[in-house]
């Protein structure tokens, strides 16, 4: 097997997360000077109201705080979900939490939009709750489909996740159908993905659930690593399989909803980030599930970035940004599989 | 006292009867062996005796205590469990997977990889410990996995005798790791640990065990020493099979050809 130490990844995930979130204050439309960042920094009373300072304090600090927030959270509940599923290709979405919030999601613009202005903060924080509330009512549905006597059956909640995501589909699709061209763009801006909403009550929000989920989640390392030997396996072993199904995925649920509510359904951080960082260091969940939480925190700190720059002064949706950035990484990490074990 | 104990158990799941009436004592040190065609429920006896069934009637004791009385920890540190099957396949090096046989226990890191250095030696599988797991054979795989659970139960537990429970741990290996698998099981005995093993080869099975159980449509058909139960009559009667049966010029335990 051809692994890194996994001390030593984290170590340089750490110093690549400073260097990205830098990156990240200093690049957008208007560039930023690193000297001016420095004096910003040094002269903490932030006093001077310069255009710089403004951007920075205003628009990107938030930013950059919530992508660190959002992306580690998405990643670190894909590890979660891969190591319950024992599917390493299973992502948050499989339990029905992003296409439920996508339901609310639409369902507020939709119906929200005939009485709210449509870009007041007010209609942008009915469409994060509603997006919430969808999210943690499809995990809800799908938890109980897969839940009988016997204990919660991992491969019919998966199941029931597909046949709750197509019908979340088809809801949508519906709501699509049925209203008008503007917010038709509203919606379908919304399911691409993005961080342009970002504002110091979002980071707060995104702190205040993200941060304690994120930590919690890494704790379960060693009913994981037990969980991919098989259930009766994990049990033999003094796991209590079932409580640790029912507190994984409600902080699972909770968390992504969260994050699909403040920046829409942004692709691919949650199923591919675990995925790298186990081909890198292997499957002990003991350093994956905070390995993956840093590269999350990376990737989507550098993809905003880039969505901000390339076709400046208008931004990409930040979801299109991960995909385009991730995949090919992922499709030769898929080639070399063999040399990391994978097969 | 017996480690484990069952007595007049009976199963049955949505109405279909899976066992009846089974009583069976483990003493500790004790190797038994179960034995019985197809379909005869031993699978089912174990997923009892291991917990993850509930008795339908009856009832099934640990060191003379119901599951309800033991914690999951408890348990853990006191039975250890080879299923048939295993469904690994994340790629954990084999020194991992093994290393996870100390999930219940807090001894810390240096003594658990002595421990798993040791149980690795004892399934022969040394060599293996930083191989990916997925790309080891399937005879490898179950050295592992046995390897595994021989960590879990490695020292003596302080709630009560330990017990080893094997569901074919011999199935896809060759001679002379069969022989040395049911060799460290009974190394293992040797020290106390009372050992089940749900085996389909009778010869091996009469090599090994102090008592058979032979079991045929969810009831016991013949118990006892293995010339006790080796007899071509109950042979005839459990597998529908004709054969000879000699005694071994060297040990004397029941050959059956």
Known sequence: MNRLAPQKLIISLIALLLAAFVIAIISGPTSIPLSDLAALVSSSAASDNSQHTIIITQLRLPRALLAILVGAG???SGAAMQGLFRNPLADPSLVGVSSGAMV???????????WLSSSSSLSLGTVAIGAFLGGVFAAILVYRLATSPNGTSVSTMLLAGIAITALAGALNHLLEFYTSNDMLRQISLWKMGGL????????????VVLIPVTILLCRYSKPLNALLLGESEARHLGISVERVKRQLIFLVALGVGTAVALTGLIAFVGLVIPHIVRLLIGPNHRYLLPASALAGAILLLLAD????VVIAPTELPVGVVTSILGAPFFISLLRHRREYGME | MSVLSIKQLSLSINGASLLDDINLEVASGEIVTILGPNGAGKTSLLKVITHELPASTGEVLLNGHTSQHWSQIEQAQMMGVLPQHSLLNFPFSAAEVVNLGRTPHDTGLSR???ICQAALQAVDAEHLR???YTQLSGGEKQRVQLARVLAQIWEPSPSGERILILDEPTSSLDLAHQQQILATASDLAQQGCAVVIVLHDLNLAARFADKIFLLSCGHIAAQGTPEQVLQTAVIKKVFDV?????QHPETGVPVVI
């Open chain 2, 130 to 132: 930083d191989r990916a």
């Open chain 1, 74 to 76: 998405l990643a670190v």
């Open chain 2, 112 to 114: 658990d990889t002595e």
């Open chain 1, 196 to 207: 342009d909403s970002a504002n110091w009550v979002r980071v707060q929000v995104a702190a």
């Open chain 1, 104 to 114: 609310g999601a639409s369902l507020m613009i939709v119906a929200g939009g005939s």
């Open chain 2, 242 to 246: 004709d054969v000879h049966i000699i």
């Open chain 1, 305 to 308: 970035a880039v969505a901000r």
